[in-house]
């Protein structure tokens, strides 16, 4: 275990199970559906990579980058995109891929976003669900774990730019953003 974290949340082991029960999920849902799968940048790469690979469905991916955290751990709770999709979403169905759901701000943002340029269905499946600190009414449509209000790190998720490599998710010591 890294020396910066204060333990693991989700090891190795439970990640593989969740993203095998997510797909399967998934490619029951959209079994007969055309669809692009839209990962939001940085914190999805390491859950989309693995979740992709265990989908048995033809699809497009594609990637948005849209924040409402700066270098610190608080939503500002203005989203901004700095990345845009390289598909056009007019009449697509578009499953959205998150590391974790925390205020709601930037998912409900990014939905509205591709629903106003024309998008059929935008769907939501996220590896982790804070519930506790939904800022605007928002509910994913595929959850891997609804976790406690802690600061986690690893498998794609950072602490200024840190920690993503990690292979498990662990809570982050207080010490080291406080």
Do not use: W
């Amino acid at each position: 275990m890294h020396k910066n974290i204060e333990s693991i949340l989700i090891s190795e082991d439970k990640l593989e199970k969740i993203v095998n029960s997510l797909a399967k999920q998934i490619e029951k849902d959209y079994n007969d559906k055309e669809f692009i799968m839209l990962g939001l940048l940085k914190g999805s790469i390491a859950f989309m990579a693995d979740l992709m690979k265990h989908i048995n469905l033809d699809f497009r991916i594609d990637f948005i980058v849209a924040s409402s955290y700066g270098s610190g751990t608080e939503s500002s709770g203005k989203v901004k995109i700095t990345k845009d999709t390289q598909f056009d979403v007019r009449g697509k169905n578009i499953l959205i891929v998150e590391d974790v759901v925390d205020s709601g701000n930037t998912l409900n943002f990014v939905c509205n976003y591709l629903m106003t340029r024309g998008a059929a269905d935008v769907k939501v499946v996220t590896l982790c669900d804070k519930p506790s600190r939904r800022k605007v009414p928002f509910e994913p449509d595929y959850v891997g774990q609804v976790i406690p209000d802690e600061f986690i790190v690893g498998y794609g998720l950072d602490y200024n730019e840190l920690y993503r490599n990690l292979p498990y998710i662990g809570v982050l010591k207080r010490s080291v953003y406080e």
